[in-house]
């Protein structure tokens, strides 16, 4: 399978029931599990798209780039590096370029307010 025949990953989704032991997705509070996961390329992603609703039109489609997945675990991976590098009172001078990095560090891992991370004068 070539690159272009799998960059992206399409997914129809059931919404969760009690009887369903994990779940894969929580969007807007609802639970959701991979009923069906198709790859595509950009050639034929509507037609992966189409035949996924038509097989199971009562389940969401949600398509992403395939790509994404390994982008956040090496982001998490960076991230949990940083954090035990703090804990040891190590001084981290890491500003990130990378947008899925930023993406996931939202919620105020901002270098320059972060004494515990500070390298040099402040």
């Known amino acids: 399978m070539s690159l272009e025949a799998d960059t992206f990953l399409i997914f129809s989704l059931k919404e969760a029931t009690e009887a369903d032991p994990e ?10 599990v991979a009923e069906a996961i198709s790859t595509a390329g950009e050639g034929d992603l509507s037609d992966k798209e189409e035949r996924l609703k038509a097989k199971f039109p ?15 675990e090496r982001a998490v991976q960076i991230r949990k590096h ?12 890491n500003t990130p370029q990378d947008r899925t990095y930023k993406a996931l560090n939202w919620e105020g891992w901002d270098l320059k307010n972060n004494v515990a991370r500070q390298i040099g004068n402040c």
């Not at 929580?26 to 639970?31: E, F, G, L, R, S």
Request: charged content about 25%; aromatic content about 14%.
């Open 23 to 32: 779940v894969d997705f929580v969007i807007n509070n609802v639970k959701y």
């Open 58 to 72: 009562r389940n969401m489609t949600m398509t992403t780039y395939r790509p994404l997945f390994r982008y956040i």
């Open 82 to 93: 940083e954090a035990e590098m703090v804990a040891k009172g190590m001084p981290i001078d």
